[in-house]
């Protein structure tokens, strides 16, 4: 796909490690008064203006959190930025900064590294995030990128895993197991081609699952419309690894238990759809499949009429007492003890 695209290969070394920073950095704009100083010091220095500060790191490795058979570089970029900014909004702040650090091996040339930070900086005009530092290194093999997001949050807004309370309604944000069904799709996709290369996919039907694989958009707007619903969360984390294991997180650390309710779970079309095609079953989809990045939280129950009816979010069951346990209420009405299976031993199942 890259070759595709670029016909040119400028070799890294052909621009020195300096060189290479300063042609991949040099579009990038500061949008906060608060980056004081960016890239070209030996560190970077953010004013905080009183507020705390938040931090959150990230490593994705070839091979391991993404193929790039099938993931553009673009995406890839965007993608790391995304899983990034997703953590500091589950704080209930406001992302400002990112670093970028990377190991690459001599197969990436330049274009390969221009393509993914048009990415990055895509997210970062999107995001308005400043792009503030870095690292640059070779790899004997493959690519590593890590990238670090700084946040800020009045120290009376950040909400915690820990706060949920029995009675507490639990509430996510967008819907859930598309990203996981996306990356179906394209594994098979991958394995029709390498039997025949000739084989154009139709991927029409798949593009919303597809997009939530590739193109994941971290909840910005979440944090923003609960200050202005007047609603502060009691808990709240982001859905990287599936529903189950982050619900799961937040009644460990509030010890306390849940509800959930299996008809309530949110579900696109196309992640139905393509559930029966694989003959899968979706609410363990829902559950167990990883990276949709939305925002799971808990709410006091006297907010229910602040956040009812809000087409960005579903109240999908309660937290109860620690000794009730953590449990799915099936359509049949049948309580299931929850599993904490993350998408990674989840796909390690198959
Ligand atoms: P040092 O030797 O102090 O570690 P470097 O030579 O690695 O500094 O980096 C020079 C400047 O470029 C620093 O501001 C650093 O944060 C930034 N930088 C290095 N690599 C990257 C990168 N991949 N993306 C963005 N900024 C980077
Ligand atoms: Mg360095």
């Known amino acids: 796909m890259l070759e595709d695209k670029n016909q040119e290969r400028t070799s890294l070394a052909e621009l ?28 970077a220095v953010v004013n905080t203006e009183g507020n705390e500060l938040l931090v959150t790191t990230d490593l994705l490795v070839e091979g391991i959190h993404f193929d790039l058979s099938y993931m553009p570089l673009k995406h890839l970029g965007y993608k790391a930025v995304m899983v990034n900014l997703s953590d500091v909004y589950a704080m209930n702040g406001q992302a400002n900064q990112i670093t970028v650090s990377l190991a690459v091996s001599n197969r990436f040339p330049l274009e390969a590294l221009e393509e993914l930070y048009a990415g990055i900086q895509l997210a970062c005009n999107t995001y308005n995030v400043d792009l503030i530092g870095g690292d640059t290194t070779s790899s004997t093999k493959g690519m590593l990128i890590s990238v670090t997001a700084l946040g800020t949050a009045k120290k009376e807004d950040i909400v915690y895993r820990n706060g949920a309370k029995p009675t507490d309604l639990i509430v996510v944000s967008g819907d859930l197991g598309g990203a996981y069904l996306g990356l179906q799709v394209l594994e098979r996709e991958k394995q029709v081609f390498q039997v025949n290369p000739q084989n154009q996919p139709d991927l029409d039907k798949y593009t919303y699952i597809i997009e939530r694989q590739l193109k994941p958009e971290a909840r910005k707007d979440i944090p923003e419309l609960l200050k202005e619903l007047e609603v502060k969360p009691t808990a709240m984390i982001d859905i990287s690894d599936g529903l189950s294991s982050e619900i799961m997180h937040i009644c460990t650390q509030s010890k306390v238990g849940c509800k959930l309710y299996e008809e309530k779970l949110p579900l696109d079309p196309q992640v139905i759809s393509t559930c029966e095609e694989f003959d899968l079953d979706s609410t363990m989809i829902a559950l167990s499949g990883g990276e949709d990045y939305e925002l799971l939280f808990t709410v006091s129950l006297s907010d229910y ?6 087409p960005n979010l579903t109240v999908i069951g309660h937290i109860a007492e620690e000794n009730e346990g953590m449990n799915l209420v099936t359509r049949a009405n049948q309580e299931m003890a929850l599993k904490a299976q993350g998408w990674n031993s989840f796909k390690g199942k198959e």
Do not use: P, Q
């Open 305 to 310: 009429d602040k956040i009812k009816g809000n």
């Open 16 to 43: 020195g490690e300096f060189g290479l920073i300063n042609h991949l950095t040099k579009h990038f704009k500061i949008h906060h008064s608060s980056t004081v100083k960016g890239i070209g010091d030996d560190a």
